[in-house]
């Protein structure tokens, strides 16, 4: 069975410092891959997505960069968090048309 | 480009039915979602629906489509207190040659004794 992983769960990062979170996927092959983020209050915004290795969609502009280096691995990053950045990260996977399975969850407040 | 609405919060007494209403502006969407969301986790696919299809019942779930005027409802029958949490409405159309859903803002269903 295909499994997510996405840690860390939480974390705690004054403004100006760098992020790293880190998602993987067990079970399957040539997933598409996606970083969301969740708001207080809002929706979900779609910030990337890849449709194979090195292959990265950018939906916004923004402080946040995405890199996939093995088929499974999808990384979210910043070189310098600022306070906008606060929210909850949620990294998933797809083989069908948009059937997604969702990590757990990154809660990411920055101070 | 895409737009799903949905209402933020919706109150109901246990054993009662609860309706979830969605609006979308995408005619072209070809899959609709519903997604559920606990506390402090991730979305799970609750149902989903074509867009060629009306209606789709699954156990407690109802879900019903009306194409015309872009609306979408999820209803669960004889709703309990673990059914408490955020819903979420997507839709999706190829794109990119990705279905990439577009999500509502979610709604927060309550359900009090």
């Known amino acids: 069975s295909q499994t997510i992983h996405q840690w860390p769960a939480t974390l705690v990062q004054p403004v100006g410092s760098p992020l790293s979170l880190e998602c993987t996927v067990e079970?399957?092959?040539?997933?598409?891959l996606y970083w969301y983020r969740q708001a207080a209050g809002r929706g979900l915004q779609l910030l990337f997505y890849?449709?194979?290795?090195?292959?990265i969609s950018s939906e916004v502009p923004q402080n946040l960069s995405a890199s996939r280096p093995q088929d499974r691995q999808f990384i979210l990053s910043s070189k310098k968090l600022l306070l906008s950045d606060s929210g909850f990260y949620l990294c998933?996977?797809?083989?069908?048309?948009?059937?997604?399975?969702f990590g757990e969850g990154s809660r990411l407040t920055v101070l | 480009g895409e737009d799903v609405e949905q209402s933020l919060f919706l109150s109901v007494r246990e054993g009662d039915s609860s309706v979830i209403n969605c609006t979308y502006t995408?005619?072209?969407?070809?899959?609709l979602y519903w997604y559920k969301q606990e506390p402090g986790a991730g979305l799970q696919l609750l149902t989903y629906?074509?867009?060629?299809?009306d209606m789709k019942q699954d156990q407690r779930l109802t879900v019903l489509l009306n194409k015309k005027d872009k609306h979408l409802s999820l209803r669960i029958a004889d709703t309990q207190t673990g059914d408490s949490a955020i819903y979420f409405c997507?839709?999706?159309?190829?794109?990119?040659?990705?279905?990439?859903?577009?999500f509502g803002r979610g709604t927060s269903l309550i359900v009090h004794p």
């Open positions: 998933a996977w797809s083989r069908g048309p948009g059937e997604l399975f």
């Open positions: 079970g399957t092959s040539n997933p598409n």
């Open positions: 890849s449709v194979g290795i090195g292959q």
């Open positions: 995408d005619s072209s969407s070809t899959y």
């Open positions: 629906i074509f867009s060629n299809m």
């Open positions: 997507a839709e999706s159309t190829l794109g990119g040659g990705s279905y990439i859903p577009t």
